[in-house]
């Protein structure tokens, strides 16, 4: 007895990881200027709160986790240079910083969040 098993091939054509940094690099550059626009300069907390919505969201979209790693790199250093502290100045002291990391756990849930998503896609 002869079982002839086939297998079909799904090419899946992701992103590349450049567009991917591009496009995330954008959207946290108008969340940015969104929350600049919206908060005082002393309102550091509602700041980093639209960072993180920005970060979070972006996480548990893209499947790239080395462009999610970058975009959230990068708004975290848009966050201190611009947000926190003005015209770019990263040096600053180490409070916008501890605002930084929150932007960087928010990635990290959302990219958890798309973890499980893609778990339980699998079990249906």
């Given amino acids: 007895m002869v079982v002839v098993q086939e297998r079909e091939t799904v090419a899946v054509r992701s992103t590349p990881t450049g567009m991917s940094v591009a496009a995330g690099w954008a959207l946290m550059i108008g969340a940015a200027l ?7 300069p002393a309102e550091l907390p509602a700041r980093t709160l639209l960072m993180c919505v920005a970060a979070g969201a972006y996480a548990a979209v893209v499947t790239d986790l080395r462009a999610v790693v ?18 770019g100045d990263l040096t600053g ?10 932007i960087a756990f928010a990635a990290t849930l959302g990219a958890g969040y798309r973890w499980l998503r893609s778990i ?4 249906d």
């Fill in 34 to 40: 969104l929350a600049a626009g919206l908060f005082s």
């Fill in 70 to 87: 970058v975009v959230t790199g990068l708004g975290m250093a848009t966050f201190v240079g611009f947000l926190a502290h003005r015209l």
């Fill in 93 to 102: 002291g180490a409070d916008a910083w501890s605002y930084a990391v929150v």
């Fill in 120 to 123: 339980a896609s699998v079990t």
